[in-house]
């Protein structure tokens, strides 16, 4: 069974700082590589993804991840934060052919203004 | 348009009692996904439902569990004898269904909280 783990469980931040989300996932074959993103008392929705083409991704609000197949991680990151970036974070990974998703535990990222 | 809806917000339940989740997807939709979340746990996978396919149930946790898809739309998922480890936020998610690329579009949740 394929497993994603994401290296850091809170990440505190302050506005203007770079952001770097870390993970990495198990499964061999084919992916598709997800994030998504849970403001506080909203919706899960997603922020990038990755299914082919160019590993280097680019989502809303300014973030971006890069798929690195070697290493079998999917990064997310962001040049600057906003306070308005504070947020649970999931990464997520499909099988190719497969469409349920494993996700990650979550990082809850905290920006601080 | 709409987007995917869940009922009830909150669910407070006693031990061994039965609930029912209910999630109505974006319309057109064909896949639909349950999902667990736990604090500090990220999303477990339940079950999965696309068109008039057999559901893959090997998300779920126990034989106390089963979800139905009425009409290709509306979903339940039931829990029978709850117990307490079944406290959780229950997602529901929907998806085009046009492949494994698919964006899948959440819920609110259900957060059940079983005493």
């Known amino acids: 069974a394929q497993s994603v783990s994401q290296h850091n469980h809170h990440v505190i931040l302050s506005e203007a700082a770079s952001l770097e989300l870390g993970c990495n996932y198990s499964?061999?074959?084919?992916?598709?590589l997800f994030w998504y993103v849970q403001y506080p008392g909203q919706h899960l929705q997603l922020l990038l993804k990755y299914f082919s083409g160019d590993p280097l991704v680019k989502g809303i609000k300014g973030f971006e991840a890069e798929f690195i197949k070697s290493k079998f991680s999917f990064n997310l990151r962001k040049p600057s934060v906003q306070w308005s970036d504070t947020a649970e974070y999931f990464c997520?990974?499909?099988?190719?052919?497969?469409?349920?998703?494993?996700f990650g535990k979550g990082t809850m990222l905290l920006v601080s203004p | 348009g709409a987007g995917v809806s869940q009922s009830p917000s909150n669910k407070v339940t006693e031990k061994g009692k039965d609930v029912e989740l209910r999630c109505d997807p974006i319309?057109?939709?064909?896949?639909l996904y349950w999902y667990r979340q736990s604090l500090g746990q990220g999303l477990e996978f339940l079950i999965y439902f696309q068109g008039n396919s057999a559901p893959d149930k090997s998300g779920l946790p126990s034989d106390r569990f089963s979800a139905e898809r009425t009409g290709g739309s509306v979903s339940t998922l039931t829990i029978q004898r709850t117990q307490q480890e079944d406290s959780a936020v229950y997602l529901c998610?929907?998806?085009?269904?046009?492949?494994?690329?698919?964006?899948?579009?959440f819920g609110p949740g259900t957060r059940l909280t079983v005493l």
């Open positions: 997520a990974v499909g099988n190719s052919g497969y469409s349920t998703l494993t």
């Open positions: 499964y061999g074959g084919t992916v598709n």
């Open positions: 319309s057109g939709h064909t896949a």
């Open positions: 998610a929907s998806s085009p269904g046009q492949g494994a690329s698919d964006t899948q579009y």
